[in-house]
């Protein structure tokens, strides 16, 4: 299906998923935000997709919320309750991604801000091209952190570093992003689509299961004891364990071969 401001395309079993409002540096608009749940709704459910590689089209990665729908209400005097947006956009499409059961591999072409920072916190993966840059901006609009960061921001950085990135919005370059925890990788723009797809491959040959359980296994300890981590290990293993890949794994170092997982 056909998007207004997204771009999906299916290479394999990985999907590049292109947010596509480039004049406004991929702006999360409504209409986007919607696209996005949709079509990251549907890669979900799709057991033949095991990785989805987020990107943006043009000079920008997101540039957070799409502010040109705030200057008519604004102009009017209005005050629109922003929590009503939220719940209804981000505050779906972050765990949408946070939870998602396979890789996501964010490659970073250009600017993230705001909402457009939380998303890329929400991959697994964030790559960032040479050119990137990444800032809070919430505050230099008047207003807090939204869209996970709060909560993924600091578990990313820390908290003291979340703090000054929040507090000040400086823009931050690509390297200084890397030397902070921020990204996993910096690669020369002209390669960061190859070295991105690259990794997604990668993580599409793994247990796939595996992979997302790991992910939900370690969101869940966050807040849990160290005898409560224990337990959910436990059961957790259960899943995996569960699996015709873990079978495989097991078979494939015994035969001494590599194995060939499928993902379920
Ligand atoms: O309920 C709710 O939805 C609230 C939720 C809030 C979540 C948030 O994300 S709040 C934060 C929103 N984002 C921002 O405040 C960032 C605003 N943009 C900027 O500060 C700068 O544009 C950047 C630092 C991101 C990039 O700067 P630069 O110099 O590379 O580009 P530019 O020239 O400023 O922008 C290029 C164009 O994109 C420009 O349009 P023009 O002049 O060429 O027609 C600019 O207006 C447009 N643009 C950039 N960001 C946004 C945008 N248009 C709409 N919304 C944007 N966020």
Not at 52 to 63: D, M, P, Q, Y
Not at 190 to 199: I, K, N, P, Q, V
Not at 219 to 248: G, I, K, N, P, Y
């Amino acid at each position: 299906m056909g998007y207004e401001q997204l771009i999906v395309d299916v290479e394999g079993d990985v999907a590049i998923v292109r947010m596509n409002n480039a004049t406004r540096l991929n702006a999360l608009s409504p209409t986007m935000t919607l696209e996005m749940l949709e079509a990251l709704g549907k890669l979900r459910e799709d057991q033949a997709i095991r990785a989805i590689v987020l990107t943006g089209e043009g000079r920008g990665f997101s540039a957070g919320a799409d502010l040109s729908e705030f200057g008519e209400p604004y102009t009017r005097g209005e005050r629109p309750k922003l929590s009503l947006f939220l719940k209804e956009g981000y505050n779906k499409l972050i765990p949408l991604l946070a939870e998602m059961p396979k890789p996501l591999v964010a490659a970073i072409n250009g600017v993230a801000a705001g909402a457009g920072l939380s998303v890329a916190l929400a991959c697994d993966f964030r790559i960032a091209g040479d050119g990137a840059t990444f800032t809070t901006a919430w505050v230099k609009i008047g207003l807090v952190p939204d869209a996970g960061s709060s909560y993924l921001l600091p578990r990313t950085v820390g908290m003291a570093k979340a703090l000054e990135l929040a507090m000040l919005s400086d823009r931050v370059d690509a390297l200084s992003a890397l030397g902070i925890g921020l990204v996993h990788r910096v690669v020369p723009e002209e390669s960061l689509m190859d070295e991105a797809r690259g990794l997604a491959d990668r993580l599409a040959r793994l247990p796939t299961v595996a992979l997302g359980l790991t992910r939900r296994l370690f969101e869940e300890a966050s807040h849990l004891s160290l005898a409560e981590a224990l337990d959910r290990e436990a059961h957790t293993q259960d899943e995996a364990s569960a699996t015709e890949d873990h079978v495989e794994g097991v078979l494939a170092f015994l035969e001494k071969r590599d194995p060939v997982f499928k993902g379920r």
